[in-house]
């Protein structure tokens, strides 16, 4: 999942992209 993606999935500002970016693909797999 790339970060552009997780972007339109969560509709906020790219600092919030960036933490979830940072998780574990697990974590950020998790539902939202």
């Known amino acids: 999942m ?3 993606e ?3 999935v ?3 500002s790219r600092p919030s ?3 979830y970016a ?3 693909p697990q ?3 998790l539902p939202f």
């Open 22 to 24: 940072n998780t574990s």
């Open 10 to 12: 969560l509709g906020r």
């Open 2 to 4: 790339s970060v552009e």
């Open 17 to 19: 992209i960036y933490r």
């Open 27 to 29: 974590e950020a797999n």
């Open 6 to 8: 997780v972007e339109k």
